[in-house]
């Protein structure tokens, strides 16, 4: 009996890689379990991979602001799927984690902080002042302290089970971009105890939700096109109306009754979401690159079109968009986000561009090649 549980002791050390493990003298085999590790990496699961809905809070899972492991490099820090802007601080999401940039001076930022995480950041929210939502794919919502004595302190996370895309703020709630599964509404106020409080499951692929007016949402549902959502019950979100865009939605912003899709190989696409049980479309304008994200500046609208950089479309006439300008980003154009006259720019490899289009028909740059 000592012999045999001796070599069954010596079978589990050598098995596992680091892991907590536990064997039992009786012979019962030992589970071993495989901890995530901080390192990063793309943990953005397919349709395939996501398992059915579970809701997990964790809370209180604090730990100081990390060092970037020596197997990430400078480059993963700066490449850079999303930019978040809150007072003068501009939150950026990349594929190690998370940089905090000091930007008092846009043309000089200055990084003071950064929390390393187990996934690919793919989307930011801002869930009140002080605490920002990181959704990192499979790995679900980090939420992150901005407000602390040591910026970037994890505190708390929520397993969504889908692959988290963009995140949105819906007045006291966030909206989730879930994937197959469609959209998520959380609560994520206290950071002890996120809560998933409604779910819509979608026909197609989610990668954007974001709302339009106080009972509406708005959903980029990949090939299955734009569907808008009554969201009067964040409890139970139902299906309104659906539009087929005749490409795959990415991305989807809104003005007055006119929603405008990133429609990837198909350009931008303007749609009349005023009857929201029958949205109708309007117009579309081809782009030279696949559309990937937008953002309404007044009567133009922005596009990030990937290494053909920003496009600024003429957008005073939905149903007869025109190419106002085009900007060339220091990298592949991922996501905009627009600040008062100043667009920031995910711009991957790049890190984040600045653009100022107080002209919109004359962009000029701020900042450019960050991060290189």
């Known amino acids: 009996m000592r012999q045999t549980t001796l070599l069954l002791i010596v079978t589990v050390l050598l098995g596992c890689n680091g892991t907590m493990h536990s064997a039992s003298t009786s012979g019962a085999a030992a589970e071993v379990r495989a901890v995530p590790s901080d390192a990063g990496g793309d943990a953005v699961a397919t349709p395939a991979d996501a398992e059915p809905p579970r809701r997990v809070g964790q809370g209180a899972t604090a730990s100081p602001t990390a060092p970037v492991p020596q197997e990430s490099s400078a480059e993963l820090l700066q490449r850079t799927s999303d930019v978040l802007i809150t007072g003068t601080l501009a939150v950026r999401g990349t594929e190690v984690g998370v940089v905090m940039d000091s930007i008092e001076d846009p043309s000089r930022p200055r990084q003071i902080g950064s929390s390393v995480l187990p996934g690919s950041v793919n989307g930011l929210a801002l869930v009140r002042d002080g605490l920002v939502a990181a959704g990192c794919g499979a790995e679900g919502i980090f939420l992150i302290d901005l407000a602390g004595r040591v ?15 963009r995140l949105e703020r819906l007045g006291d709630h966030v909206l989730a971009a879930d994937g197959h599964l469609g959209v998520m509404v959380a609560d994520l106020r206290d950071p002890a105890h996120p809560l998933v409080v409604g779910r819509w499951r979608s026909q197609g692929y989610v990668m954007h939700a974001v709302a339009h007016g106080p009972d509406l949402v708005l959903v980029a549902e990949g090939r ?24 795959e939605a990415r991305s989807v912003a809104s003005r007055d009754d006119v929603a405008f899709v990133a429609d990837f190989h198909h350009g931008v696409v303007s749609a009349d979401v005023s009857d929201p049980a029958s949205p109708r479309l309007l117009g579309r304008l081809d782009t030279t690159e696949s559309a990937r994200d937008v953002e ?40 905009i986000t627009a600040h008062g006259t100043r667009l920031f720019v995910a711009a991957d490899s790049g890190g984040m561009d600045v653009i100022d289009v107080a002209d919109p028909r004359s962009p000029r740059p701020v900042l450019a090649a960050r991060g290189r």
């Open 151 to 165: 910026p970037g302190l994890r505190v708390g996370l929520l397993d969504t089970a889908g692959a988290v895309w």
């Open 224 to 247: 299955s096109g734009l569907a808008v959502l009554d969201i009067s019950d964040p409890s139970a979100p139902r299906l309104l109306g659906r539009l087929d865009t005749d490409g």
């Open 296 to 335: 309404v500046l007044g009567q133009y609208v922005a596009v990030a079109i990937g290494r053909d950089g920003v496009a600024i479309v003429d957008a005073s006439d939905p149903s007869a968009m025109t190419l106002a300008a085009r900007y060339p980003t220091s990298a592949s154009a991922v996501r």
